[in-house]
């Protein structure tokens, strides 16, 4: 059975940073695309950002709000996907999901699936 | 930046058909997919590359997809398929971000 848990959410002040994790289980996770995906209290699902696998190459693509500000990372040795986020601003404020993302790459060209399993998520508050 | 654009709210009566659009401009290009979210709940995929069910979820659940549209068709919606619905797909640059649209809110009663 595939798992996602993740931890690190609380209440941070504008301008402060927080990391997230994410444990998988369940499923080969160094094979695995992986995203966050976030939902601010009460609104609709953003899309965050995603990291490829290694052997897709490990890239990462973020979305327009968090670039330069979010990296995702993950460590294939402990299963665990990472979220750090800097410069937080309190439109950050949200609920972060961590999911498989079902995308792979071929030796010609790349799909770039939907994120499929997901966490319960992990609050996300920023305010001062 | 890329947007898919959904109507906020279908109410339906059991039994009858609902139909949710989502519309973008990459959607000739790009497939939709959908994603059914309960209330304090993480959300679960309906529809998969425009049309196409997982395992488990009922046959009521369609989609189809025509130039900038897709639509999820529920036929016969029930009570417990209450629920928010978002689109998703991704957008044409060269990086395939994802996009969700903005959620519409389905009410069957």
């Known amino acids: 059975e595939v798992q996602l848990v993740e931890s690190g959410g609380g209440l941070v002040k504008p301008g402060g940073s927080l990391r997230l994790s994410c444990a998988a289980s369940?499923?080969?996770?160094?094979?695995?695309?992986m995203s966050w995906v976030r939902q601010a209290p009460g609104k609709g699902l953003e899309w965050v950002g995603r990291?490829?696998?290694?052997?897709?190459?490990?890239?990462?693509d973020y979305a327009a709000p968090v670039k330069g500000r979010f990296t995702i990372s993950r460590d294939d040795s402990k299963n665990t996907l990472y979220l750090q986020m800097n410069s937080l601003k309190t439109e950050d404020t949200a609920v972060y999901y961590c999911?498989?993302?079902?995308?792979?790459?071929?030796?010609?060209?790349?799909?770039?699936?939907?994120?499929?399993?997901w966490g319960q998520g992990t609050l996300v508050t920023v305010s001062s | 930046s890329y947007e898919l654009t959904q109507p906020p709210s279908v109410s339906v009566s059991p039994g009858q058909t609902a139909r949710i659009t989502c519309s973008g401009d990459?959607?000739?290009?790009?497939?939709a997919y959908w994603y059914q979210q309960k209330s304090g709940q993480a959300p679960v995929l309906v529809i998969y590359?425009?049309?196409k069910r997982p395992s488990g979820i009922p046959e009521r659940f369609s989609g189809s997809s025509s130039g900038t549209m897709a639509t999820l068709t529920i036929s016969g919606a029930q009570v417990e398929d209450e629920a928010d619905y978002y689109c998703?797909?991704?957008?044409?640059?060269?990086?395939?971000?994802?996009?969700f649209g903005g959620g519409t809110k389905l009410t069957v009663l």
């Open positions: 999911t498989t993302e079902l995308g792979y790459c071929s030796s010609t060209s790349c799909y770039w699936g939907p994120p499929d399993y």
């Open positions: 369940g499923f080969t996770f160094s094979n695995a695309w």
């Open positions: 990291i490829k696998s290694k052997t897709d190459g490990g890239t990462t």
């Open positions: 990459a959607l000739p290009k790009k497939y």
């Open positions: 590359e425009d049309s």
């Open positions: 998703y797909s991704t957008d044409s640059s060269g990086n395939h971000r994802g996009v």
